[in-house]
């Protein structure tokens, strides 16, 4: 491989796509067998590693304005094929794609700088560095895949590292708590995701984006009839409703701010949570072909970004409130995409993940510069917010309050309607297959003596 | 049909039992793993040359060599072609980290030698072509359950598998030729062992009964999977075509079946043994689609099923010898402080299971899925969401185990030891490699896809050779 070929803005892609993840084996292969380098190598090797994302992204969007390119395709072939059945071992970027891969970059990037004083001499230390690797690697695979089957794979890698780092905090049960109720959410609405890949698969006979859709993004069209294009549409929506803590599944949110500040900001200011987002947009030809899927997408987003903040307004700590800021704008951004407005859908995505990354990054801080700006400001400073709120009669007012409380009731609804009677449907076919079916409780045989 | 350059595979029947007969002798027991392990090694090393002549030959059936049909009845007692050669790998590897990593509180002569046996019968079963061993092998293989020393084992495994390998010998002794009974009775025998509804409770309560490691060890050989890739499907296809979606119909809802019923168990080990037999449910499904990429997915899921089983029961044996059986379901364990090793190895091995990408659970979970959606339908959509369910068990359990206050009765928990580690690290190393190249795996596993779903055998007579379909076009 000649120089040239090497910095090809496909190859450039490719590096700046595996990096993070080579990182990751390294780091974790090395630790499991006993070797845990120091805080300061593990902190350096991360700066090298996002800086060479960087650079590499750099110089593939130089070689692109060279070219007049709007898109690059690297690799060929396919990773996985069986029959029919064919995964392609391929990355693109285009105009929707190339953003966002910038911003993970960046923004992990920028958490990793902040993360070594934050956690400096915690125990978790090396784990936060590998598992960020890890997800900045499912992130870009997401961001960057050429199919749709690809994309599954960098989202399960996203679920994973995110419920990880909701129980970074391993000693304390809450957080362990809440990382396995988040993994729940997310695996029931990934089959979604994998059931909809499988019939855009089943009716195109690919789901590789270049051979789904025709055109470029965001003038892209799909031979789907209207009936296939709603089902595929609602399974995406599905998945997307998931990741970015739509309603009525948004009750994970807050549970998520478990886990260390910089993997709230990265996970759900910045980078995760906009993976929804980014699967309509991708799959937005889908939901042009079916009115009933998009007007699904707009009312959700609405209902989301109204019940959020409603929420929001009553959130007693800051990380909480944030979070469901986040849905709130999560939810006017599946509306943009819904009604069709993708560049500002795109454009809105990215100057959220920027601003609440910082916010995110700041809010342990929050109280002291809560203090700086009365100080600055020379005394007291009045308290804003409530506008909107006095135009309300006080009995909705009041109703409001408590709705807004309970997070609108939807997490104590999934639990009492869903959750709770199939728990309870299996404690009964448990107990009726111990009465039919006898084999010994086991209570001596599980001890350790064997 | 060609032969192998030397009685490979009489030798892998034979070197295990050669060995466990020699710890039966006086053998000091601080030799007895290092004994059992060099048996082992031994066998692996066997196995893997007759894999290599089986890839030389593009996949044929080959049989043994001249001293393997010295003593045989009709033919050669052992051959060996696609479907059966990365077994015979698979799993001496597995039975070597399942010793290798045993706590030493269960290193005594009988758990070696009982290993052993196991080892043996279940090449034996892999490489039979000939009714009569194939039948001993299945029934040989279920020994430790047989000479269990606990009550509880015998009543809850002895039952079904004990009468699952009576239906089978069943099937080679009374009924004389081919016939709907036959197909009957070889399904019934898969179906008790594997643990379809309503057999589920019992292979269930063997994996979460006491003799976790050896039980795990018998399961893990999935004779039962082997009888329905080798004889049920292909007799099926022939005698009952319209059989075998009532069959994955049957598969899918076990493993849901299973999946629900993980809500309700609340002991860890009980836990375990629900999802690792759900999954061994989903498997079959994925035979019994009878499309390719269903039955690739069930070939690689197999290799997964069988280390993540091993390195899950291995890691949660070695906790349990460790607090003394003093292990929670109800409540965090918090065993992660201080067994940061076997928690990242759990985690890793239960995810993989689970379908975590960068694994080959990943590439399997996806053929799975897609073969049983191409094949049932909208009916198929069960299996993701069996899977799903299935992961949040895993996740759950990873949890119960390693997170959450560390337990004041367990202080001085030891990580893993090296021979733990590198054992059980070698086996997810497995898993990693083939799940970055998964069409190494899926190319080793071509020509055992296309003798699954090639033409139909004939049917097994008493001490007839075990015809099968030599390599498909």
Redo the contacts between chains.
Sequence with gaps: MNLESFLSPESLLVAAVLAPGVVFLLL?FS????YLPAERLVARVANTTFSFCLLALAGMMFGMWQTGATSVSAGSG????????R?PLALFVDRLSLPLVVLTVVLVGTVAVFSRRYLHRD?GFHRFFILLHLFAF?ALLVFSSASF?LL???W??IC?TS??LI?FF????A???N??RV??TY??C??GL??GA?LL??ATGSTRYSEVFEGTWPNQTVALESGLATAIGCLLLLAAMGKSAQLPFSGWMPRAMEGPTPSSAIFYGAISVHAGAYLLLRAQPIFEASPIASGLVVFIGIATALHATLVARVCTDAKTALAYSSVSQLGIILAEIGLGLSWLAVIHIAGHAVVRTLQFLKAPSALHEYHGMHAAAGGHVQATGLHYELLLPPGLRTWLYRFSLDRGHFDTLIERLFAQP??R???R??AV?QHL?P????A??????? | MSSLSAPLLTLSVIIPAVFAAGLASRVPVHHARTLTLAGLSATLVVCLLALVQVLASGGARLADGSFGTMFSLNGAWFAVDSLSAVLLVLFPVLALVTVAAAPQ??GDRR?YALSLIVVSATLATYAAHNVIVFVVGWTASVLPFVVGR????W??VS?YTVLASSLALAVAFVLPSTSLWTLAAFIAAAILRTGLF?AH??IV?SL???????SALVLNGYQNLYLLARFVLPLAAREAPSLLPWLGGLALLSCL?LA??????K?P?GLLATVIVSQACALFAGFTTR???GV??ALLQWIVLGVCSTVLIAVFRCL??R???DIRGD??N?F??ATP?FA??F?VAA?ALA????TLG??GE??L??GA??AHGWFG?VL??AI??N??HV??LF?IL?????RMSSPDLRDALPRE?ISL?AALALLVWLGFV??QA?QWRAPAVRIILGSPPVAPLLAAPLVVPSHAP
């Design positions: 974790a630790w499991i067998l006993g396919n990773w996985l094929e069986v029959h029919e059945f995964i125990p499912g089957d599954v794979g960098g399960e890698l994973v419920v990880l129980a391993q000693h304390r049960a957080p362990a708590r990382s396995v993994f729940a695996r029931a990934d089959v994998i059931v499988f698969h089943h199939l728990e449907f299996a404690v076919m448990k297959e079916l084999v010994g409780t086991h001596k045989g599980s001890g350790p003596r064997e | 509180r269960d758990f606990t009550r509880e084992r009543y809850a039952r309503p409770r019992g309560a979460g009964g006491g003799g976790l490691l050896l079946w629900v019923l993980g809500l309700a168990e002991r080990e499309t390719a990429e690739t997915g349990q010898v607090t003394d059986g409540s965090f918090g992660a402080s090793r990242a190895m985690g995810l379908g975590l990408p960068g990943f590439s996806d053929l899925m897609h959606l191409v959509v993701p969401v799903a369910l992961a949040w996740y759950r949890s390693f997170m959450g206050e560390a580690r690290f998964p069409s899926v």
